[in-house]
T-cell receptor
Framework: AQSVAQPEDQVNVAEGNPLTVKCTYSVSGNPYLFWYVQYPNRGLQFLLKYITGDNLVKGSYGFEAEFNKSQTSFHLKKPSALVSDSALYFCAVRDMAWDDKIIFGKGTRLHILP | KAGVTQTPRYLIKTRGQQVTLSCSPISGHRSVSWYQQTPGQGLQFLFEYFSETQRNKGNFPGRFSGRQFSNSRSEMNVSTLELGDSALYLC???????????????FGPGTRLLVL
């Protein structure tokens, strides 16, 4: 069965510094990987996805993520953090060789300190 | 395009009652998925519908059910409510053909259900 892990419940970063939110996954086949962000009292907003092709994926709001097959990771990154990036971030995976269900990580709360 | 809409936004029920939540997908989208979000369990997949057919189901008891109409609008129903059903219920829609799991899901704002 597939699984996805976000090892950090919370990440604190100073404004202007680079940020990384970690995600690792376990699947039987090829993964479809997604990152979503959730602001307070809001639904999830799509940031980016990896399906195939270039391992570096660029998404909304200046975010990017790198697919690393050998390390089974899909870390979310941004070169320079903004206070407005403070939110809850979810990594998700679909395992196309299993049961096609999308599985979400527990979420990582990102705090950008002014 | 209008986004995914969910009604009602807030709901208070008592144990043993049943509840129906509604989701209207983005125009043209044919796939609708439902998720339950709680502080303890995080985001959990409930079910996914495409063209009025349930094509995937999460690990929830039979008290949780859903359906999709010909206009792609979807409803989910929870019968015999329990305290643990208190959660934010999120609906997401995506376009594309059946089997195209590359499609991005777009989420609604959710319905917050409180069971007393």
């Amino acid at each position: 069965a597939q699984s996805v892990a976000q090892p950090e419940d919370q990440v604190n970063v100073a404004e202007g510094n680079p940020l990384t939110v970690k995600c690792t996954y376990s699947v039987s086949g090829n993964p479809y990987l997604f990152w979503y962000v959730q602001y307070p009292n809001r639904g999830l907003q799509f940031l980016l996805k990896y399906i195939t092709g270039d391992n570096l994926v660029k998404g909304s709001y200046g975010f990017e993520a790198e697919f690393n097959k050998s390390q089974t990771s899909f870390h979310l990154k941004k070169p320079s953090a903004l206070v407005s990036d403070s939110a809850l971030y979810f990594c998700a995976v679909r395992d196309m060789a299993w049961d096609d269900k999308i599985i979400f990580g527990k979420g990582t709360r990102l705090h950008i300190l002014p | 395009k209008a986004g995914v809409t969910q009604t009602p936004r807030y709901l208070i029920k008592t144990r043993g009652q049943q509840v129906t939540l509604s989701c209207s997908p983005i125009s043209g989208h044919r796939s609708v998925s439902w998720y339950q979000q709680t502080p303890g369990q995080g985001l959990q997949f409930l079910f996914e519908y495409f063209s009025e057919t349930q094509r995937n189901k999460g690990n929830f008891p039979g008290r949780f059910s859903g359906r999709q109409f010909s206009n792609s609008r979807s409803e989910m129903n929870v019968s015999t409510l329990e305290l643990g059903d208190s959660a934010l219920y999120l609906c997401a829609s995506s376009g594309g053909l059946a089997g195209n799991y590359q499609e991005t899901q777009y989420f609604g704002p959710g319905t917050r259900l409180l069971v007393l």
